[in-house]
C-alpha cells in the first residue's frame, strides 16, 4: 500500500520514523540537483509528477514539497538530506543508463518566502530552478478556493479576501526576511494578489541564484502542449528527454463552485498588466495570457 493512501496516525508515525532513519543515514544520501520553486496553483504538482517518470530521476521520499528552504530551515542540513533517495540508487541508475541520477523536490514557497533563494544558493550552489506562472487573475482566484477548501481560510468571498490581504501581510514579509526563525500563516497563505507578481520574486531570485540557473514556464502551455514544454525542461536540466516519455495528467486541480465577479477580475487584469510585462521579459515574448 502506497503511504499517502494510509490513514492519517499511520501515515504520521511512518513519516516520522522515515525522517528519523533518513537523518541517521543523511551521508549517504543524494541532495537536489534541481528544485521546482513555484508559483503556488501553478501546475507544480502536475510537473512534479511528469518529471518523476522520468527514468534517471529519483524523486524526494514521502513528499513532493520538503519546504526546507521556507519553513523548516531552522532543522538542519542533515534533516533535509533525509528527505531523498541514497546515492545507491543513484549509482544503480548510472550503471544502467551511463548518465548520472539526479534527485529534485517541488516547495511552491520556496519562490515567495523572503530567505529562502539566498539558503538555496548557500546550500545548493549549483540546483537548477524550474519556475510555473500562471494567469495570475486565476492564480489567485485559485489559490483562494484551495485555501478555503483545506480550511486555511475563513473568509469565503474571494473579494473581502483580496481586500483583507494588506492588514494580514503587512510588515510580515519585512519580518521574515529579518528573523530567520519567524513564521507567518497569514504570508504563506493568504497573500493572493501578492503571489502573482511573478517578475518582482524572479528578480530576487536572480541575485542569489543566477539567470541561468532559472527556468521559467506559463503553465497554460504546459497543459495545453506538454510534450515539447517537457522536452524544453528536460533540455534545461540536462536530461534525454526520449528515454521514456511520461504519463502527463493535470493533478491538485479543485472543482470551483462560483466563478469570479466581472468586475473584479477586470480590476485584478489591470493591476497586473505591469507585472505582465515585466514577466514578458523574462518569457522573451508576451505572456499566453495577454495575447488576443
Known sequence: ?????????????????????GRLTSESRMLPSFLICGGQRCGTTSLYRALAQHPVVLKA?????????????????EWYRGHFPKIRR???????????????ESSPYYMYHPQAAARIAKDLPAAKIVVLVRDPVERAFSQ????????????????SALA???????RQEVRLALDP???????????YRARGEYARYLSVMVQHVGRERIHV????????????VYDEI????????DLERPVFEQHNARPRESDMDPGLRRDLSEYYRSHDEALGAWLGHTPVWRRG
Open 90 to 104: 543513484a549509482e544503480k541508475i548510472a550503471d544502467k543508463y551511463g548518465m548520472l541520477a539526479q534527485t529534485f
Open 181 to 191: 526563525r519567524h513564521y507567518s500563516f497569514a504570508h504563506q497563505h493568504h497573500a
Open 217 to 228: 514556464v506559463e503553465s497554460e502551455r504546459f497543459f495545453s502542449d506538454p510534450e515539447p
Open 234 to 241: 528536460c533540455a534545461f536540466l540536462g536530461l534525454p528527454a
Open 144 to 159: 483562494h478556493h484551495h485555501e478555503v477548501a483545506r480550511s486555511y481560510e475563513t473568509e469565503r468571498d474571494f473579494g
Open 61 to 77: 521520499v514521502l513528499h513532493k514539497g520538503v519546504h526546507y528552504f521556507d519553513t523548516s530551515y531552522h532543522r538542519g542540513p
Open 1 to 21: 500500500m502506497r503511504v499517502r493512501n494510509l490513514p492519517a496516525p499511520v501515515k504520521r508515525v511512518v513519516h516520522l520514523g522515515s525522517r528519523g532513519y
Open 164 to 170: 483583507l490581504e494588506p492588514a494580514r501581510v503587512q
